[in-house]
């Protein structure tokens, strides 16, 4: 335990040297990361982790996290059918890039799974957009569209999974 507080001014520095150089603090975090090394705790009689020093702060500062951001949501935003037809349009466009670019993907792995699982946007287009907002970068409108595919892209992602591993699945036991 004494490493991991020993750790934590790494973290502190790196997260300020990354305001300081006008980019979020999660780039700071990121790198913090990328420094705490599993290493540093052995499994011992104890049999700690860093995943499992960690999961209690992750524990109570996720659920934070996600409350804030929806807090930010103007949810009159969600039935502007402008906002609506942008969010569309732009999973559109992330669908088509993502299978674009499983096209580089090696022959005999399936391209469909590959652009399916890089689909999602997650947490961190969150922090960035809640940062935009903060910033005054985003309107309302924005936001929300950002939202909207954030969570239309996280929660498709799955179901196209699962269509794409089955339709390789039911190929394969035709060949056979």
Same mark, same amino acid.
Do not use: H, Q, W
């Given at each position: 335990m004494a490493r991991l507080v020993g750790q934590i001014y790494p973290v502190i520095i790196l997260a300020w040297l990354a305001d300081q150089f006008g980019l979020a603090t999660i780039i700071g975090a990121f790198a913090a990361g990328l420094i705490i090394k599993e290493d540093y705790f052995p499994q011992g009689r104890q049999g700690r982790t860093v995943g499992s020093i960690m999961a209690p702060i992750q524990a109570l500062f996720a659920p934070?996290?996600?409350?804030?951001?929806? %807090? /930010?949501?103007?949810?009159?935003?969600? #039935?502007?059918?402008q906002v609506i037809l942008m969010s569309l349009v732009l999973?559109?466009?992330?669908?088509? @890039?993502?299978? *674009?670019? #499983?096209? *580089?993907?090696?022959?005999?792995?399936? /391209?469909?799974?590959?652009? *399916?699982?890089?689909?999602? /946007?997650?947490?961190? @287009? %969150?922090?960035? #957009? @809640?940062?935009?907002?903060?910033?005054?970068? %985003?309107?309302? @409108?924005? +936001? *929300?569209?950002?939202?909207?595919?954030?969570?239309?892209?996280? +929660?498709?992602?799955?179901?196209? %999974?699962k269509w794409t591993i089955e339709r390789q699945e039911l190929s394969e036991s035709v060949r056979v």
């Open positions: 934070i996290f996600f409350v804030l951001i929806g %807090l /930010r949501v103007d949810i009159t935003t969600f #039935a502007d059918l999973v559109g466009i992330i669908l088509i @890039s993502k299978l *674009a670019s #499983a096209l *580089a993907v090696k022959k005999g792995y399936n /391209r469909l799974v590959v652009a *399916a699982g890089m689909l999602p /946007r997650g947490e961190v @287009s %969150l922090i960035f #957009a @809640s940062l935009g907002k903060t910033l005054g970068l %985003l309107n309302n @409108s924005l +936001f *929300a569209v950002i939202i909207i595919v954030m969570l239309l892209t996280t +929660f498709i992602t799955p179901l196209l %999974l």
